[in-house]
């Protein structure tokens, strides 16, 4: 999935769950592309920063509080507070997407959540 042939040190979940975990709290934060500096110790690029948002999204899917926000980048989330930010942000995101998904279509945001919702089912139990 991801390319070594690009950095020195494959950016994975693992790999950045290894340098995510040293960074507590917000104020340990970092933009997309000084994290993976950090991680592979060569300069970032457009698919670099794509790994490192993929990998990003399966910690965050295995319960890992892979946090971030705007103003500080992404970092271990320590506190109920900066966990909260994240999801906040995450939910905004979520929601103008379904709004403009919403007038594409002619559905209400809550028909496309509940279809959504069954999509989401169907493909756990597959």
């Not at 295995?62 to 989330?77: E, I, K, N, V």
């Not at 103008?96 to 959504?116: C, D, F, K, P, W």
Request: aromatic fraction near 4%; charged fraction near 25%.
């Amino acid at each position: 999935m991801y390319s070594e042939t690009e950095t020195e040190i494959a950016i994975t979940p693992d790999t950045v769950l290894a340098v995510l975990r040293t960074m507590e709290g917000a104020g340990a934060g970092l933009r997309a592309e000084q994290l993976v500096e950090v991680i592979t110790g060569r300069e970032s690029t457009a698919l670099s920063e794509r790994h490192l948002r993929q990998s990003i999204t399966e910690l965050r899917m295995r319960g890992h509080p892979a946090c971030a926000t705007p103003d500080h980048g992404y970092f271990w989330g320590v506190t109920e507070g900066e966990i909260w930010d994240t999801v906040r942000n995450l939910t905004r995101r979520s929601l103008t997407g379904l709004t403009q998904a919403s007038r594409m279509t002619g559905r209400t945001v809550q028909e496309l959540a509940g279809q959504l919702q069954l999509e989401l089912e169907e493909a756990q139990n597959a």
